[in-house]
């Protein structure tokens, strides 16, 4: 049995799981990161644009498709290099501290300052009440949980294309704020590429967030089903993942190919958060089940 090395701070430990056991990193089925499973093709759509990697990025007429798309004014809205450049920009700016704990890793937590908060919660998955408060609310998942791009809340946004179009390479995330301009001084010259900004219209004429969103919350039961059938005891809220209380289920499936996110960097060890998976992950994740010899319950 190969050594399967320990869990990342954040997901996606795909590679690292592939490479220990020697085999194709594409043959991996990464649950530990929650992006899209109902995405497009983005491959083939980056093909009609690799020219743009002859050009100096102009991130101007991509931010203001993407305003457009989420309803925003443009002025309020600036692109980022992912979702991670988005918090790191306003947490230099203003700090801050979390609502509360477990949340997400990346979202400062200092004593005091304006409150983050995740919505959907990462990593309960469930959805902000219409009445709690925050002065920074990470929406990267908000999308897939609602079909909607964004609540259209008081106070600074963070977002996270890459999730929804499940393109985490392409690094495209961005902030709405009344007042963003404080926030992208901070940004380095051409910080989103030029191929990211070429392909992104495109990805938004591509997007189905409510039908995205329906698909997910099926599949999201079909999990939550399978995995109770294995004994587990499921949080199934609103996200494209489950929380599932299952110690040692990483180190069990990893060598069959399947990882799941390790919830220690939540401080929750004795848990892990599984993404969405389409059908197909689906009864590969069951196999994967059986062969690691967790047991099916009857009834």
């Known amino acids: ?142 999308p897939l949980a609602t079909g909607r791009w964004t609540a259209g809340r008081a106070g600074v946004v963070v977002g996270s294309l890459t999730k929804v179009f499940a393109a985490p390479g392409l690094r495209l995330g961005y902030i709405i704020a009344d007042d963003v301009e404080r926030f992208a001084r901070h940004q380095s010259q051409w910080s989103v590429n030029s191929l990211a900004l070429a392909v992104l219209p495109e990805l938004l004429d591509s997007a189905d967030l409510t039908g995205w969103s329906e698909a997910i919350a099926i599949a999201r039961k079909e999990l939550a089903e399978l995995l109770r059938r294995f004994g587990f005891a499921v949080e199934a809220a609103d996200a494209p993942w489950v929380l599932v209380h299952a110690p040692g289920l990483r180190e069990l499936l990893a060598p069959h190919g399947v990882v799941v996110r390790d919830c220690a960097s939540f401080g929750m060890p004795e848990h892990v958060r599984v993404a969405v998976p389409d059908s197909d992950g689906l009864a590969r994740l069951e196999s994967a089940m059986l062969l690691s010899g967790v047991e099916a319950k009857s009834g």
């Not at 609502?99 to 409150?115: A, I």
């Not at 983050?116 to 709690?132: I, K, M, T, Y």
């Open 1 to 142: 049995m190969p050594d399967i090395p320990p869990a990342g701070s954040h997901g996606g430990d795909g590679p690292r799981i592939a490479r220990a056991l020697g085999i194709d990193p594409r043959t991996i089925l990464d649950l530990s990161q929650s992006p899209n499973p109902f995405a497009p093709d983005v491959a083939s759509m980056l093909d009609r644009h690799l020219d743009a990697v002859r050009r100096y990025p102009d991130p101007s007429e991509a931010a203001r498709v993407l305003a457009e798309a989420i309803g925003v004014d443009s002025p309020r809205l600036m692109l980022t290099n992912g979702g991670s450049e988005a918090i790191w920009l306003v947490a230099w700016e203003i700090g801050g501290r979390v609502w509360t704990e477990p949340e997400f890793g990346l979202h400062p937590r200092n004593p005091d300052g304006p409150v983050w908060r995740s919505d959907p919660h990462n990593p309960s998955g469930r959805l902000a009440d219409p009445d709690e408060a925050a002065d920074v609310w990470d929406e990267a998942f908000y």
